[in-house]
Nanobody, 128 residues
Framework: QVQLVESGGGLVQAGDSLRLSCASS????????MGWFRQAPGKEREFVAR????????HYSYSLKGRFTISRDNAKNTVYLQIDSLNPEDTAIYYC?????????????????????WGQGTQVTVSS
């Protein structure tokens, strides 16, 4: 089993930056691909970013690329999501996820079924 706990969310102003963290416990963290998703009220869960085991390879949502940066520290069993230039449309619950299988292609990166474990999410609210 893998337990994922997100933190770092909160209420921020438009234009601010935020760094979300996702701490993992259980099975070897470095064996998992890690992803970030978000879900706004009334909308489906949306892919944000994915990172490989080593952290050397990253993938981003085509529509969100540029303001989001995913990274990981395997020594700390933690994955991060840096969000810059926040705007009210970024208001959502942000989830991290862990997947055991390799993945090829954008559709796979954003498929919820590509991930085996999910955290409970952290709320990010951006005021204008």
């Amino acid at each position: 089993q893998v337990q994922l706990v997100e933190s770092g969310g909160g209420l921020v102003q438009a234009g601010d930056s935020l760094r979300l963290s996702c701490a993992s416990s259980g099975r070897a963290f470095s064996n998992f691909y890690m992803g970030w998703f978000r879900q706004a009220p009334g909308k489906e869960r949306e892919f944000v970013a994915r990172i490989s085991w080593s952290g050397a390879i990253t993938h981003y949502s085509y529509s969100l690329k540029g303001r989001f940066t995913i990274s990981r520290d395997n020594a700390k069993n933690t994955v991060y999501l840096q969000i810059d230039s926040l705007n009210p449309e970024d208001t959502a619950i942000y989830y991290c996820a862990a997947g055991r299988k390799s993945c090829s292609g954008y559709r796979c990166y954003g498929d919820l079924n590509s991930y085996d474990y999910w955290g409970q999410g952290t709320q990010v609210t951006v005021s204008s």
